[in-house]
């Protein structure tokens, strides 16, 4: 067990907040304390037992490996007749995850008046490097088809504010992570899919 499973208790990465009655001022408070003392823990245990940087960078590298994960592992999109692409939010989560020590999540702090306030979050408790992002979601829907419409479903809401955490969540992941691993990752990631292309059914048909 690493830190990263404790603060995981304290923050998880679906820790979408639904729209129940306000907690009492005690409560809040108990809430409060509790919640730093876990956080201290996370902290104590990331200094007792700090991340073995080879091994992690291995862990990471095997993980690539797989091809599920290798074919999730890059975004791309169409922007001024140029193809953007980069690690994705799955690929991100397999970073921090294997790279250890680092909590990571999103948090909607508020819901009010049509809209969620929400942040992204990743900080690595070795280091004590932290990337957070906080924004506004809207609760409305753009389509081209139906033009804009507010959303009421909870679940619809939900999934919105999730969709848009995970987007600024990758940015925090990768904030934290050393540029060469992610590099050495998404290089693997991209050998895996060479791999499995040329090992295809159809790829021996040809030989």
């Not at 590298?61 to 999109?77: G, H």
Request: glycine content about 6%; proline content about 5%; aromatic content about 6%.
């Amino acid at each position: 067990m690493d830190a990263s499973d404790v603060f995981a208790q304290v923050e998880p990465f679906t820790g979408i907040m639904e729209n129940y009655p306000e907690p009492s001022p005690i409560m809040t408070d108990a809430i409060t304390t509790r919640e730093a003392s876990e956080v201290q823990a996370a902290v104590i245990i990331a200094k007792k037992f700090p991340r073995n940087q080879m091994k992690a960078l291995d862990r990471i590298l095997v993980a690539c490996q797989r091809p599920l994960l290798a074919e999730s592992s890059l975004y791309s999109y169409a922007r001024g007749g140029t193809e953007i692409t980069g690690p994705s939010i799955r690929l991100a989560e397999a970073l921090a995850q294997n790279w250890g020590n680092i909590a990571f999540g999103i948090r909607e702090l508020e819901q009010r008046l049509g809209e969620s306030t929400v942040e992204s979050f990743a900080w690595d408790l070795e280091t004590n490097t932290r990337q957070t992002k906080t924004f506004q979601v809207k609760h409305i829907r753009r389509t081209k088809a139906k033009g804009n419409y507010a959303l009421d479903d909870p679940r619809d809401i939900y999934e919105m504010v999730a969709n848009q955490g995970a987007r600024r969540l990758r940015a925090c992941i990768l904030g934290v992570i050393p540029g060469d691993v992610v590099e050495a990752a998404v290089n693997q990631c991209e050998s895996t899919l060479k791999a499995k292309a040329d090992i295809s059914p159809e790829a021996v048909k040809k030989m």
